[in-house]
């Protein structure tokens, strides 16, 4: 047995995907604008045809460092 969640952000490629959506969004801090950076954010993600090929294909590679790590983030 794993002594650590098996819920591991790390292991969540939607995480991954959120991440890369915030560092788009929050890159000025300007709340006023989140709804276009938002909508910015989301087709510049869909516009980048690697992004989600990427974090899928990391998965494995994740889960082995997240494995070596003992469930610590990494």
């Not at 993600?45 to 889960?63: D, E, L, M, P, W």
Request: glycine letters at 6%; one cysteine or more.
């Amino acid at each position: 047995m794993l002594g650590w969640p098996s819920n591991s952000p790390d292991l969540n490629s939607i995480e991954n995907c959120w991440h890369v959506l915030s560092q788009n969004i929050y890159m000025n801090n300007n709340l006023a604008d989140l709804r276009g950076k938002l909508n910015l954010a989301i087709v510049t993600f869909n516009n980048q045809k690697n992004t989600g090929v990427n974090i899928y294909n990391s998965f494995g590679a994740r889960v082995m460092k997240c494995f070596e790590d003992r469930g610590n983030l990494i």
